[in-house]
């Protein structure tokens, strides 16, 4: 998809997605609530930009699959926010929808012209997660962090304690952006540099305590690496087992707290702690929501209103959050913690269909596009990094929902995993994130001529 080209000596149009990356590193208030921060208006700001760029070049904005993809969404958000509870938590409910899945993820399909201004965003989410993983490091040496079994040693990050899975997702959409670019088939100096970034990141991640982020992570690497070819998967799985083999055996890595967490993900049906209980119930509440309401859901942001009539006594009241600079409070219980369950819940069948039919589109139009890539060699990088953030999302979203300031991160990764994905379908575009480069070489040759 191309937008006019660039006015000489004018900036990129990416910039502006760029600057929501790194509003991301901002420290967050002592004790807020981990919901909008000024990410979001950035992102609002940067829809604006593109809207305006879209009515100056009169172009038709977005491709036909696009439109279909990001379109449906719409239509079932805002029957969903019709059955709301209120107007107010409709409104609210569809204007962060529609952000979220929509509206910033169109922007970075527009925005992102060409493999180059890819890897920039790639590379910039990279850096991002390195930043919160630096921090997050720190937190957990010095025990600065959140609480975690009486003691202030999980790595949160500049989220705080109100948004505990914010660094974690933060550092394994990092990680998996640098596995993909490491993997592709660059320079040997910016491979190794990715593939160093990648095994740094995973310190960070391992001290988040985050169970759900660590099987997503694992599981889209794995998928990466598969897709990279049979070869350098077995290769890179040696390194890694060489690799953990040494910082466990050899310098003793891994603190009993971690280990137990660990251990504790192959106890989830056996003994499951109360975090594993509060879920299995929210999500036993949220089948039962659907079940009553299965077309259209009990309305947006209805979860919690409905919860309590539909779980059972073994939910807790909430979960307790203290530390990295937060005090002690009680946090209420208000989804389940599963993206595909609460547009279940809230959505019924006809929103479950459009948002996940659209993400399960998108990894389907990714992965027909790497066969082309690895025979060529060019934009395989790309490739494997948009493919591996729709993996890890679409993972991680049965562990997760959206909430919090790391929320718009998301919306950012979706963008970018559609650029790759859906470029090719363009009118007079490039496939798969070609459109720049092909420019830039017609612009060559006709120079030469």
């Not at 000024?38 to 696009?66: E, G, I, K, M, Q």
């Not at 160093?196 to 391992?206: E, M």
């Amino acid at each position: 998809m191309r937008l006019a080209p660039p006015r000489a000596g004018s900036p990129p149009p990416v910039l502006p997605v760029l600057a929501v990356v790194a509003l991301l590193a901002l420290p967050l208030g002592p004790g807020g609530e981990g919901g909008a921060g000024p990410a979001d208006a950035a992102s609002a700001l940067v829809v604006l930009y593109c809207a305006v760029r879209v009515v100056r070049d009169r172009r038709r904005p977005l491709p036909r699959t696009a439109a279909v993809v990001f379109g449906l969404p719409v239509a079932a958000v805002a029957l969903a926010a019709l059955g709301a509870v209120s107007p107010g938590a409709g409104i609210t409910g569809f204007g962060r929808y529609v952000q979220v899945f929509v509206l910033v993820p169109a922007v970075v399909l527009l925005l992102v012209r060409d493999r180059r201004d890819f890897r920039l965003l790639a590379w910039s989410i990279v850096a991002l997660a390195g930043w919160q993983g630096a921090v997050g490091v720190h937190q957990y040496v010095t025990g600065t962090g959140a609480s975690y079994q009486g003691e202030a040693v999980r790595a949160v990050g500049t989220f705080g304690a109100q948004d505990v899975m914010g660094m974690a997702t933060v550092v394994s959409l990092g990680l998996v952006c640098a596995v993909g670019l490491a993997l592709g088939r660059g320079s040997v100096r910016h491979r190794a540099v990715a593939a160093g970034c990648a095994l740094l990141l995973v310190v960070p991640l391992a001290m988040s305590f985050s169970r759900g982020a660590w099987i997503a992570t694992a599981l889209t690497c794995a998928a990466q690496l598969l897709l990279a070819g049979l070869r350098r998967a077995l290769r890179a799985g040696a390194a890694v087992v060489a690799a953990g083999v040494v910082l466990v055996g050899g310098f003793g890595v891994g603190t009993a707290q971690l280990q137990e967490r660990i251990s504790s993900i192959t106890q989830v049906t056996a003994a499951p702690d109360q975090s594993v209980t509060d879920r299995y119930t929210m999500w036993a509440a949220a089948v039962g929501m659907w079940r009553e309401h299965p077309l259209t859901g009990v309305g947006l942001k209805g979860f919690p209103e409905y919860r309590d009539s539909h779980a059972s006594l073994a939910l807790s009241s909430g979960s307790d959050t203290e530390g990295a600079g937060a005090e002690f409070r009680r946090q209420p219980l208000l989804s389940p913690h599963n993206m595909y369950l609460l547009v279940l819940a809230e959505q019924g069948l006809l929103g479950l269909l459009a948002l996940a039919g659209g993400w399960l589109a998108l990894l389907v139009c990714a992965l027909r596009g790497l066969p082309k890539a690895r025979r060529s060699g060019r934009g395989l990088d790309c490739g494997l990094v948009a493919c591996g953030l729709l993996v890890w999302l679409l993972t991680d979203f049965a562990y997760a929902d959206i909430g919090g300031s790391s929320t718009v991160l998301t919306a950012l990764c979706l963008g970018l995993a559609a650029r790759w994905a859906l470029a090719g379908d363009s009118p007079g575009g490039a496939a798969h994130g070609d459109t720049g480069d092909a420019a830039a070489r017609t612009a060559e040759g006709a120079g030469a001529r």
